[in-house]
């Protein structure tokens, strides 16, 4: 009871702020006129025609991606089945597993100058958490308001065909996931206590650091690690906690108690968030690996069921959807602009190269990196090509693919894709709501052990730290609820794509370090193949 008190006491000043609009307000002007350079920076348009604008962030994403397809010969696609296989389990003797722990060999540990002494001899160590915990952690922090208002926001401005474009660049994410994890497993470190560390930091130090660019390797990783910690307050907590709000506000009504209390929809969440996070990446898989399955399952039962009910229509919406992919005369400027849209809403949703997901995807139980980067290469499947398309579909089918719409906000796009679902079932806003909810607070907790790991390689691997960031960010729970710093949260959106940069420099140059990680996994799964089939 005392702690509980003291926990309330501690949340009353940020709900005293958080009630002052006018404070907000006026913070979020300074904070909006301090910062805005910064968001314009990140998120300048490229101007190519008559309503083709284009963000740069785009290109090297897209490049950036066709690469990778390219250069690991289009293991996006022939790494699929592989990929299934691995989650199943059926790869599993592959890694030597004895007393439930993995044989340390020459092979699993990646010495470089600068690593921590005391965690190269555990190197190859069990790690922390199963592949498909893994993979549901990172779809986690993926999955969620861009698959429900972004999809809505994209056919709306782009029409149908933006769809085509959706999916195209989900597949060719995939191979962007596949090296950015496979480099979290390769440069990983683990603490004499199992914790694991890794992600982009790591390999953009040690990684960089073997091909003699040390210096270099440390600044683009302490870059990242900021970011990255700017995002996991904004994008990946205020704004998730913000929107979920504002749909239960609006669903609730104005008589009912929530309405006009963010600050207590707020501190429900953040406790909620806090019970997770304090565990670390063990209970927050623990968790993931339920919600995932459940809200993804629910969502794509839900659209199949319209997509049945119509299924006359299926063959004319992929045919509007083909058909405007290349000839949608008069819609955001034509082909191109179509295209873009297709592009942005797609990396903007399986965040493929902002190298965030390769934090999860490193406390995986594995001493074969390419191994967990081919679940990873699932991702984007899941997130953009399985998901998005479903919502793309759903929305063309019912008819709420109306450019008079475009111009919408997260919120507004939210309700759209509600209205569609609801002309099919008269529930399903119900449905959503608390889909909606579940997408939010599983992107939160995700994001908060990003947002930890970059925290933890800045400021040091020990508890004082680590409570310290854990109570900052259930703090900006409340705040995100009950505030509207739209300032804010566009610095953060910012520093989550500019995350991008240090990374994809990382990726390229270490690409040729995953292709040989690629090689001598395939080499033992063939290995043992031979060794039952004799």
Same mark, same amino acid.
């Given at each position: 009871?005392?702690?509980?008190?003291?926990?309330?006491?501690?949340?009353?000043?940020?709900?005293?702020?958080?009630?002052?609009?006018?404070?907000?307000?006026?913070?979020?002007?300074?904070?909006?006129?301090?910062?805005?350079?910064?968001?314009?920076?990140?998120?300048?348009?490229?101007?190519?025609?008559?309503?083709?604008?284009?963000?740069?962030?785009?290109?090297?994403?897209?490049?950036?991606?066709?690469?990778?397809?390219?250069?690991?010969?289009?293991?996006?696609?022939?790494?699929?089945?592989?990929?299934?296989?691995?989650?199943?389990? %059926?790869?599993?003797?592959?890694?030597?597993?004895? /007393?439930?722990?993995?044989?340390?060999?020459?092979?699993?540990?990646?010495?470089?100058?600068?690593?921590?002494?005391?965690?190269?001899?555990?190197?190859?160590?069990?790690?922390?958490?199963?592949?498909?915990?893994?993979?549901?952690?990172?779809?986690?922090?993926?999955?969620?308001?861009?698959?429900?208002?972004?999809? *809505?926001?994209?056919?709306?401005?782009?029409?149908?065909? *933006?769809?085509?474009?959706?999916?195209?660049?989900?597949?060719?994410?995939?191979?962007?996931?596949?090296?950015?994890?496979?480099?979290?497993?390769?440069?990983?470190?683990?603490?004499?206590?199992?914790?694991?560390?890794?992600?982009?930091?790591?390999?953009?130090?040690?990684?960089?650091?073997?091909?003699?660019?040390?210096?270099?390797?440390?600044?683009?990783?302490?870059?990242?690690?900021?970011?990255?910690?700017?995002?996991?307050?904004?994008?990946?907590?205020?704004?998730?906690?913000?929107?979920?709000?504002?749909?239960?506000?609006?669903?609730?009504?104005?008589?009912?108690?929530?309405?006009?209390?963010?600050?207590?929809?707020?501190?429900?969440?953040?406790?909620?968030?806090?019970?997770?996070?304090?565990?670390?990446?063990?209970?927050?898989?623990?968790?993931?690996? %339920?919600?995932?399955?459940?809200?993804?399952?629910?969502?794509?039962?839900?659209?199949?069921?319209?997509?049945?009910?119509?299924?006359?229509?299926?063959?004319?919406?992929?045919?509007?959807?083909?058909?405007?992919?290349?000839?949608?005369?008069?819609?955001?400027?034509?082909?191109?602009? $179509?295209?873009?849209?297709?592009?942005?809403?797609?990396?903007?949703?399986?965040?493929?190269?902002?190298?965030?997901?390769?934090?999860?995807?490193?406390?995986?139980?594995?001493?074969?990196? *390419?191994?967990?980067?081919? $679940?990873?290469?699932?991702?984007?499947?899941?997130?953009? $090509?399985?998901?998005?398309?479903?919502?793309?579909?759903?929305?063309?089918?019912?008819?709420?693919? /109306?450019?008079?719409?475009?111009?919408? /906000?997260?919120?507004?796009?939210?309700?759209?894709?509600?209205?569609?679902?609801?002309?099919?079932?008269?529930?399903?806003?119900?449905?959503?709501?608390?889909?909606?909810?579940?997408? *939010?607070?599983?992107?939160?907790?995700?994001?908060?052990?990003?947002?930890?790991?970059?925290?933890?390689?800045?400021?040091? %691997?020990?508890?004082?730290?680590?409570?310290?960031?854990?109570?900052?960010?259930?703090?900006?729970?409340?705040?995100?609820?009950?505030?509207?710093?739209?300032?804010?949260?566009?610095?953060? /959106?910012?520093?989550?794509?500019?995350?991008?940069?240090?990374?994809?420099?990382?990726?390229?140059?270490?690409?040729?370090?995953?292709?040989?990680?690629?090689?001598?996994?395939?080499?033992?799964?063939?290995?043992?193949?031979?060794?039952?089939?004799?």
């Amino acid at each position: 009871m005392k702690k509980l008190s003291a926990l309330l006491l501690f949340f009353i000043p940020f709900i005293n702020f958080a009630q002052e609009k006018g404070i907000d307000q006026k913070i979020d002007e300074a904070f909006g006129d301090a910062t805005g350079w910064f968001v314009n920076g990140v998120f300048y348009k490229i101007h190519f025609a008559e309503g083709v604008d284009v963000y740069w962030v785009l290109f090297p994403l897209i490049i950036g991606a066709l690469f990778f397809t390219f250069y690991f010969k289009l293991i996006n696609f022939r790494g699929f089945a592989t990929a299934i296989n691995i989650v199943r389990g %059926k790869y599993d003797d592959i890694e030597e597993v004895k /007393d439930h722990k993995i044989e340390v060999s020459e092979e699993s540990v990646h010495t470089v100058e600068g690593d921590i002494p005391e965690t190269i001899r555990v190197e190859g160590h069990e790690g922390e958490v199963s592949h498909f915990q893994a993979l549901t952690a990172a779809l986690s922090a993926t999955v969620g308001l861009g698959n429900i208002a972004g999809v *809505a926001i994209a056919v709306t401005i782009g029409g149908a065909g *933006a769809t085509f474009w959706m999916i195209i660049a989900g597949l060719l994410g995939m191979a962007s996931k596949f090296t950015e994890c496979t480099l979290g497993v390769k440069y990983r470190e683990i603490a004499e206590d199992g914790t694991v560390y890794g992600g982009p930091m790591y390999y953009l130090k040690k990684g960089l650091a073997s091909k003699g660019w040390k210096t270099t390797g440390r600044v683009l990783a302490i870059l990242f690690a900021i970011m990255c910690i700017g995002g996991s307050f904004g994008g990946g907590n205020m704004f998730q906690v913000n929107q979920a709000f504002q749909l239960v506000e609006n669903m609730s009504g104005e008589g009912s108690f929530i309405h006009g209390n963010g600050w207590l929809f707020g501190i429900v969440m953040s406790v909620l968030v806090g019970i997770v996070i304090i565990g670390g990446i063990k209970k927050i898989a623990k968790v993931t690996d %339920k919600i995932v399955p459940f809200m993804v399952g629910t969502y794509v039962l839900a659209a199949l069921f319209i997509l049945i009910g119509n299924a006359d229509k299926i063959g004319w919406a992929f045919g509007q959807i083909f058909d405007g992919a290349f000839r949608p005369e008069g819609i955001a400027g034509g082909a191109i602009g $179509v295209l873009i849209q297709g592009f942005k809403r797609a990396a903007f949703s399986n965040e493929a190269g902002i190298g965030s997901a390769s934090i999860a995807h490193s406390a995986v139980k594995t001493k074969n990196p *390419a191994s967990e980067g081919l $679940v990873a290469l699932l991702e984007p499947f899941i997130d953009t $090509v399985l998901v998005c398309t479903m919502t793309a579909l759903v929305l063309i089918i019912t008819g709420f693919v /109306d450019p008079s719409n475009a111009g919408m /906000d997260d919120a507004q796009a939210i309700l759209l894709t509600s209205s569609a679902f609801e002309s099919s079932i008269s529930w399903f806003p119900y449905v959503l709501t608390v889909a909606v909810v579940l997408f *939010a607070f599983s992107s939160m907790i995700s994001w908060s052990y990003y947002g930890f790991q970059a925290w933890s390689f800045l400021f040091g %691997k020990n508890k004082r730290t680590e409570y310290t960031y854990k109570a900052l960010f259930c703090v900006f729970v409340v705040i995100g609820a009950a505030s509207s710093l739209k300032s804010v949260l566009a610095f953060s /959106d910012a520093m989550i794509f500019a995350m991008m940069v240090p990374n994809m420099v990382g990726l390229v140059i270490l690409a040729p370090k995953v292709k040989e990680e690629l090689k001598k996994y395939m080499a033992k799964i063939k290995a043992a193949k031979l060794a039952k089939s004799q």
